[in-house]
T-cell receptor, first 110, second 112 residues
Framework: DAKTTQPPSMDCAEGRAANLPCNHS???????VYWYRQIHSQGPQYIIH???NNETNEMASLIITEDRKSSTLILPHATLRDTAVYYC???????????FGTGTRLKVLA | SQTIHQWPATLVQPVGSPLSLECTVE??????LYWYRQAAGRGLQLLFY??????ISSEVPQNLSASRPQDRQFILSSKKLLLSDSGFYLC???????????FGSGTQLSVL
């Protein structure tokens, strides 16, 4: 399974875009990139996932580099409610195990 | 729609006492089920997962065990709790391998 590197913490001003990077340089061709977030004292929540192409949904956008070695989760207009720990997880469609790293603690500032 | 129920929300237990945490999923059949633990300020540690009734895979040797007596029921147990068993326990499910996980609301366990 690919390992990931994420900055331990980031701050973002409310209303600005939050760009959360993730390095997954050992990702394999079968592995999707999944993003989850965990608000304090709650279970993690799925945000978005992608394989090669950039993806967008109502919550966020996901930009994956052409070589797939890194990705960036973009929250276009961060709000205070987006304060959470964000996890980037390469996930092989053939495996049952989901291994979470330590994620990035995003603090959105008023 | 699918929902996952996990209880209790908080639990305080003395060292040496038994533990039983229950998780049930509604609105789907044959889900893959997972137990995770999160120590204070730490990441999520995968403890067990199950791909079917009676099928349990253990990821970390420890003082805990898991069972799946019914298709949508997953139970985490211990015969004798240790102080180190304290943490935030999360149940999760997915439709199939590699698909997104849906988490329960968690149980905060304090062993004193």
């Amino acid at each position: 399974d690919a390992k990931t590197t994420q900055p331990p913490s980031m701050d973002c001003a409310e209303g600005r875009a939050a760009n959360l990077p993730c390095n997954h340089s050992t990702i394999s061709g079968n592995e999707y990139v999944y993003w989850y977030r965990q608000i304090h004292s709650q279970g993690p929540q799925y945000i978005i996932h992608g394989l090669k192409n950039n993806e967008t949904n109502e919550m966020a956008s996901l930009i994956i580099t052409e070589d797939r070695k890194s990705s960036t989760l973009i929250l276009p207009h961060a709000t205070l409610r987006d304060t959470a720990v964000y996890y980037c997880i390469p996930q092989d469609s053939g495996t049952y195990k989901y291994i979470f790293g330590t994620g990035t603690r995003l603090k959105v500032l008023a | 729609s699918q929902t996952i129920h996990q209880w209790p929300a908080t639990l305080v237990q003395p060292v040496g006492s038994p533990l039983s945490l229950e998780c049930t999923v509604e609105g789907t059949s044959n889900p893959n089920l997972y137990w995770y633990r999160q120590a204070a300020g730490r990441g999520l540690q995968l403890l067990f997962y199950s791909v079917g009734i009676g099928q349990i895979s253990s990821e970390v040797p420890q003082n805990l065990s898991a069972s799946r007596p019914q298709d949508r029921q997953f139970i985490l147990s211990s015969k004798k709790l240790l102080l180190s068993d304290s943490g935030f326990y999360l149940c999760a499910w997915s439709r199939d391998r590699g698909e997104k996980l849906f988490f329960g609301s968690g149980t905060q366990l304090s062993v004193l």
